[in-house]
């Protein structure tokens, strides 16, 4: 079981001193197999017939450094699982539930996250975030997500995000929660219609990306790098252009809230 440090003001570390006592037990209350069982139906697994958990509660087992490559998670309850150094890359996991998982090198990539649901994982073992320990999203079916996260750096190169949920809800306005994809690399990915309130986009990379129709409310893209990315229709009210990078940026000119961003001054056109 990875150790993850508490991160100042991070509620998403909190529960996983109770993740770690049940995952070291090798099963869990409520979960519908044991590791020694998911293990077997992953070696017994093929191309032809990979492994299917569809809808199964995997709530937290210690699932760490398994080959689910290709396997159909399609649903299922990860709830505190830790599927640190895990392959899930191609994995189907539409819908499933991946809130107050341990993600620490695990390998989302070209996986089908569609509608899925990601509050509060732990990513990183320490304080600092790492691109070594940050998790791979590249060329992920994020569709219609829901995060609330701390992904600082994180590989999301290539991946649909069209229509992602990250933006802050109601009841955590008052809260310090916010997602953090600081220095994430986001080129050419499809952010189009995605709710990104309140994000913390700090040296972001967004070269290409798709962010038409997106809402960027009050979002931090202080040095980050938009070059060539689309913003036809996105809502740059109040978000911090502080730095950023706008050279050959397609569709400003019909973002709402551009005469309310802030710093835009000090943008790089």
């Given at each position: 079981?990875?150790?993850?440090?508490?991160?100042?003001?991070?509620?998403w570390?909190?529960?996983?001193?109770?993740?770690?006592?049940?995952?070291?037990?090798g099963?869990?209350?409520?979960?519908?197999?044991?590791?020694?069982?998911?293990t077997?139906?992953?070696?017994?697994?093929?191309p032809?017939?990979?492994?299917?958990?569809?809808?199964?509660?995997?709530?937290?087992?210690?699932?760490?450094?398994?080959?689910?490559?290709?396997?159909?998670?399609?649903?299922?309850?990860?709830?505190?699982?830790?599927?640190?150094?895990?392959?899930?890359?191609?994995?189907?996991?539409?819908?499933?539930?991946?809130?107050?998982?341990?993600?620490?090198?695990?390998?989302?990539?070209?996986?089908?996250?569609?509608?899925?649901?990601?509050?509060?994982?732990?990513?990183?073992?320490?304080?600092?975030?790492?691109?070594?320990?940050?998790?791979?999203?590249?060329?992920?079916?994020?569709?219609?997500?829901?995060i609330?996260?701390?992904?600082?750096?994180a590989?999301?190169?290539?991946?649909?995000?069209?229509?992602?949920?990250?933006?802050?809800?109601?009841?955590?306005?008052?809260?310090?929660?916010?997602?953090?994809?600081?220095?994430?690399?986001?080129?050419?990915?499809?952010l189009?219609?995605?709710?990104?309130?309140?994000?913390?986009?700090?040296?972001?990379?967004?070269?290409?990306?798709?962010?038409?129709?997106a809402?960027?409310?009050?979002a931090?893209?202080?040095?980050?790098?938009?070059?060539?990315?689309?913003?036809?229709?996105?809502?740059?009210?109040?978000?911090?252009?502080?730095?950023?990078?706008?050279?050959?940026?397609?569709?400003?000119?019909?973002?709402?809230?551009?005469?309310?961003?802030?710093?835009?001054?000090?943008?790089?056109?």
């Open positions: 079981m990875t150790s993850v440090m508490k991160e100042g003001g991070a509620p570390i909190c529960s996983l001193v109770l993740v770690a006592a049940l995952a070291a037990a099963t869990a209350h409520g979960a519908d197999l044991t590791v020694r069982e998911v077997q139906a992953l070696v017994d697994a093929s032809e017939r990979p492994a299917d958990f569809a809808h199964k509660d995997l709530s937290f087992l210690d699932l760490s450094g398994l080959d689910f490559k290709g396997a159909d998670l399609a649903g299922a309850n990860l709830y505190g699982a830790d599927l640190s150094d895990a392959n899930l890359s191609h994995a189907r996991l539409a819908g499933a539930t991946l809130d107050h998982t341990i993600i620490v090198r695990t390998d989302f990539a070209g996986a089908d996250l569609s509608r899925a649901s990601l509050y509060a994982p732990g990513a990183y073992t320490g304080m600092e975030a790492t691109p070594a320990e940050a998790p791979n999203f590249a060329g992920a079916d994020l569709a219609g997500i829901r609330m996260a701390r992904l600082s750096r590989n999301m190169r290539g991946a649909n995000l069209a229509g992602a949920r990250l933006g802050m809800a109601r009841d955590q306005l008052k809260t310090q929660t916010r997602n953090d994809l600081s220095g994430c690399d986001l080129t050419d990915a499809d189009s219609g995605a709710d990104l309130k309140e994000v913390n986009l700090r040296f972001a990379k967004l070269a290409g990306a798709d962010l038409s129709g809402s960027l409310l009050r931090d893209l202080s040095r980050a790098d938009l070059t060539g990315a689309l913003l036809t229709g996105a809502d740059l009210t109040q978000a911090d252009l502080d730095g950023t990078i706008l050279k050959g940026v397609i569709g400003l000119g019909q973002a709402k809230g551009l005469d309310q961003a802030l710093h835009r001054d000090r943008s790089v056109p």
